[in-house]
């Protein structure tokens, strides 16, 4: 099982998800109130119907 990649930087959740080999989606957060250029961290993940893990990204 997969730990909670939850409050994780982008980066190193990326690098943590290639090492495993898992597939992934990135979603992004409505960034208007933020900067593109900010911290990016992993605010949420879930599994879709065809076992592909889905992480959404906010900017800080």
Known sequence: ML???TGFHLDCAIDILDTLGID???NETDY????RNGLKRIVRQRYTA???LEITVAYF
């Open 3 to 5: 730990q909670d990649l």
């Open 24 to 26: 992934f989606i990135l």
């Open 32 to 35: 208007s109130k933020f900067s």
């Open 50 to 52: 065809n076992n592909v």
